[in-house]
């Protein structure tokens, strides 16, 4: 059975950081791309970042590039993602993705979900 668990999401202020981890568990995680996805409130899940089962490639949403690096430790199935210089426009739930491929960049091409994590910026 697969599982992503993700944490580390919170109340944070404006300008502020967060470390979103999510660990894996039932795949085979050093040969799977992940990522991580974000949904605000009534607003539909996006993209924020991609990286590939060696760790080296990695991609980004427009909205997020240089304040959210994405990197992951194949030795103990965790990815994690770094969000760096929030804004109250990143509030939202954000989702880790076991993907379908590296290319991958629509919910539709997710094959597990995890629960979700909510981080919240205040102005």
């Known amino acids: 059975q697969v599982q992503l668990v993700d944490s580390g999401g919170g109340l944070v202020q404006a300008g502020g950081s967060l470390r979103l981890s999510c660990a894996a568990s039932g795949l085979t995680f050093s040969v799977r791309s992940m990522g991580w996805f974000r949904q605000a409130s009534a607003k539909e899940r996006e993209i924020v970042a991609v990286?590939?089962?060696?760790?080296?490639?990695?991609s980004y949403a427009d909205s997020v590039n240089g304040r959210f690096p994405i990197t992951r430790d194949n030795a103990n199935t965790t990815v994690f993602l770094q969000i760096n210089s929030l804004k109250p426009e990143d509030t939202g739930v954000y989702y880790c993705?076991?993907?379908?491929?590296?290319?991958?960049?629509?919910?539709?091409?997710?094959?597990?979900w995890g629960k979700g994590t909510l981080v919240t910026v205040s102005s």
């Open positions: 993705a076991a993907l379908k491929r590296y290319g991958a960049r629509s919910p539709d091409e997710v094959h597990y």
């Open positions: 990286i590939k089962w060696g760790g080296i490639s990695t």
